[in-house]
């Protein structure tokens, strides 16, 4: 009777051997087997990651903003034809929705951190009607300059005037929109602790434009 000599059959990577000691499973790393939850990145780190990058914004805003102040102290130098800019009374209105929206929208982000959604609601709301009621003062602000005789053209101070609340006005939007996606989240009851990061974000972005708005109203009031 013949034996059957398997020492010299061949045998697979994950198949032991007569007598040998099991194989030795490689560990997958973190997301290797397709599971959403691995995938997902760390709450923490994404909120540092989004703080990270609106305060890289907020630093090119200024930086920006700083430029067309520098042009305007140049620009103001260079002549004679620099004739002061009566700000409409509106001006002071829009000051004020926005003051007011930004007090809201931060009251608001502290109510939600005591876990009072129906009050954060309310308020998160009138901050966006409020920075909405500042952009349509805004564009009646021009229009009454432009029908006093003010343009882009022929004053330089009204030209910079222009530019500036332009400028800011475009930051606005931007914020603002964030500002109304929260808002629309949160009447959907869809704002869960993974998405709250965006309240905080979306909040010192508005503050930070209610300030420089601030600083705008003063520089175009006092010394333009």
Not at 24 to 49: F, T
Not at 75 to 88: A, I, M, Q, S, T
Not at 111 to 138: D, E, V
Request: hydrophobic share 50%; proline share 5%; glycine share 10%.
């Amino acid at each position: 009777m013949a034996i059957l000599d398997t020492k010299g059959l061949p045998q697979s990577l994950t198949e032991p051997g007569i007598g040998a000691p099991p194989p030795i499973w490689p560990h997958l790393p973190d997301g290797g087997d397709g599971d959403g939850e691995r995938d997902r990145p760390e709450p923490g780190a994404s909120r540092n990651v989004s703080m990270t990058g609106i305060i890289v914004t907020m630093a090119a805003s200024l930086m920006t903003f700083a430029s067309f102040v520098s042009a305007m102290v140049v620009r103001r130098g260079l002549g004679y034809d620099w004739h002061h800019v009566g700000l409409p009374a509106i001006l002071w209105w829009n000051t004020a929705a926005l003051v007011s929206s930004s007090i809201a929208i931060d009251v608001a982000r502290r109510l939600l951190r005591r876990g009072q959604r129906t009050a954060f609601n309310r308020l998160w709301t009138l901050g966006t009607l409020l920075g909405t009621a500042f952009l349509i003062g805004q564009c009646v602000a021009w229009k009454q300059l432009a029908e006093r005789g003010y343009y882009l053209a022929g004053n330089p101070a009204s030209a910079f005037f222009y530019v500036i609340t332009w400028a800011h006005a475009a930051h606005v939007v931007g914020a603002l929109a964030a500002v109304a996606y929260v808002d629309y989240r949160a009447l959907r009851l869809e704002l869960g602790p993974r998405r709250r990061t965006i309240v905080d974000v979306s909040a010192v972005f508005w503050h930070f434009l209610d300030v420089m708005w601030l600083g705008i109203m003063a520089l175009f009031l006092f010394w333009v």
